[in-house]
């Protein structure tokens, strides 16, 4: 794998502006959806400085993408460990749905940008930071169920909650990833991935409620 570290982490506020310029400009133009057609030219162009200017703190595309992966599941994370805070305070099937839909809505609003980094930046899903963040999300879900093991009817909980949040995970991209043509509808299928989550952790569906 090409080198991927910046060459330079910012010490003073303009060289941080310019450094958080280059990611977002990255960004930006990530979101039209064509990894391979982004170069370092059009981020420096995008972001308003010299490819020399880029090149001092990156010494590739790569190592851009890699510096924005890691800002982006970052925050996905802290987004994440908020709503499991909140998710443990309320019953299962409220805790679930808070969740769930925290976690849809996260990833939808930069669809895009998640969709060209997990599925056209081949080399993201190698990197240690996003292991880390991903394992982190799946220890979240794991300490969640053990916070409220008394609660819950998990057979074997290790294994249950292991399976239960990766098949959550990939849901939750697939969801977050669809097309808005109207050909599958995000806010039913959110609304069916919670009921069958529910009904993974507590052996039924949970009780229809009436609404206002």
């Not at 510096?67 to 996905?76: G, I, K, N, P, V």
């Not at 805070?85 to 309320?90: F, I, K, M, P, Y």
């Not at 009817?153 to 669809?178: G, Q």
Request: proline share 3%.
């Amino acid at each position: 794998m090409r080198d991927i570290q910046p060459r330079k982490q910012p010490r003073q506020a303009r060289s941080q502006a310019t450094f958080d310029a280059i990611i977002e400009a990255c960004a930006r133009l990530l979101r039209k959806g064509d990894y391979a057609a982004v170069t370092t030219n059009h981020v420096a162009a995008r972001a308003g400085v010299s490819i020399g200017t880029l090149y001092e703190f990156f010494p590739n595309k790569e190592a851009i993408v890699a510096a924005l992966t890691e800002q982006r599941l970052a925050s996905l994370v802290g987004t994440v460990t908020e709503g499991v805070e909140v998710a443990l305070r309320l019953d299962e099937h409220e805790g679930a749905e808070f969740l769930i839909r925290r976690i849809v809505e996260a990833v939808s609003s930069e669809r895009e940008l998640y969709r060209v980094l997990l599925r056209q930046a081949p080399f993201v899903q190698e990197l240690a930071t996003t292991r880390q963040a991903t394992a982190a999300l799946f220890g979240l879900g794991r300490m969640a169920a053990q916070s409220v093991r008394e609660r819950i009817k998990l057979p074997h909980l290790e294994a249950d909650t292991w399976l239960i949040s990766r098949m959550v995970y990939n849901a939750v991209l697939e969801i977050a990833f669809l097309e808005e043509d109207g050909s599958m509808d995000r806010a039913l299928l959110t609304d069916e991935l919670v009921r069958l989550t529910f009904r993974m952790i507590q052996g039924r569906d949970p009780i229809q409620r009436r609404r206002r």
